[in-house]
């Protein structure tokens, strides 16, 4: 099982970027992906899961209206939208697979398996 997950860099407020999450070893449908981030000196943040059955989204308060998570289950593949970046957004970027229940989709002790984690920087 892998999870891959790419698509960091270095942005300007207000600009934006997609991270991806290729899965490997498992299907998409059967599990649930989400997306987290740790600042420097910060508790890892769940900010984003989509159920693996029904597809169902869920945002933390924090990213609501600006992020955007999708899924291509042909490429077994994950993504985040990621709109009207803040500085405050700056962070290593993680993707998880699990199958958590509904109201702990941001617990990160839900999740099995961990990809490796891609630097978003957002420039004031």
């Known amino acids: 099982v892998q999870l891959q997950a790419s698509g960091g860099g270095l942005v300007q407020a207000g600009g934006s970027l997609r991270l991806s999450c290729v899965l490997s070893g498992f299907r998409l449908v059967d599990y649930g992906i989400g997306w987290f981030r740790q600042a420097p000196g910060k508790e890892r943040e769940g900010i984003s899961y989509i159920r693996g059955s029904g597809g169902s989204t869920y945002y933390a308060d924090s990213v609501k209206g600006r992020f955007t998570i999708s899924r291509d289950n042909a490429k077994n593949t994950v993504y985040l939208q990621m709109n009207s970046l803040k500085s405050e957004d700056t962070a290593i970027y993680y993707c998880?697979?699990?199958?958590?229940?509904?109201?702990?989709?941001?617990?990160?002790?839900?999740?099995?398996?961990w990809g490796q984690g891609t630097l978003v920087t957002v420039s004031s």
């Open positions: 998880a697979v699990g199958r958590p229940v509904a109201s702990a989709w941001s617990t990160s002790s839900m999740y099995y398996y």
